[in-house]
């Protein structure tokens, strides 16, 4: 059973930066990618940003250029720093693993984290 496991959510200073980190276990084979989501209230699930095991980045715009993704294919885990972060950027954020084969993909989901940007 694959579980993935999210922290460092919590309250967060506008301006202010956070950093959450997600580690996988499990059984695992050919990962493509790992990454975060979010879902604030009455909003659809969007990407914020995501890494290839190769090291390909991929960012929101509303984050790009605040915030970095970093993976650790060893300990197939994915960190998310953002930086200067804004009220509209509290949400759950939701950790994703991608893998598998062209005729057997996989995806995994974290139970997810609670970020609130507030004064």
């Known amino acids: 059973q694959v579980q993935l496991v999210e922290s460092g959510g919590g309250l967060v200073q506008p301006g202010g930066s956070l950093g959450l980190s997600c580690a996988a276990s499990g059984s695992l084979s050919a990962i493509h990618s790992m990454g975060w989501y979010r879902q604030a209230p009455g909003n659809r699930r969007e990407l914020v940003a995501s890494?290839?095991?190769?090291?390909?980045?991929t960012y929101a715009d509303s984050v790009n250029g605040r915030s970095s993704i970093t993976i650790d294919n060893a300990k197939n885990a994915v960190y998310l720093q953002m930086n200067d972060l804004k009220p509209e950027d509290t949400a759950v954020y939701y950790c994703?693993?991608?893998?598998?084969?062209?005729?057997?993909?996989?995806?995994?989901w974290g139970q997810g984290t609670q970020v609130t940007v507030s004064s």
């Open positions: 994703n693993l991608q893998g598998g084969t062209w005729s057997r993909p996989y995806e995994h």
């Open positions: 890494i290839t095991t190769g090291g390909r980045t």
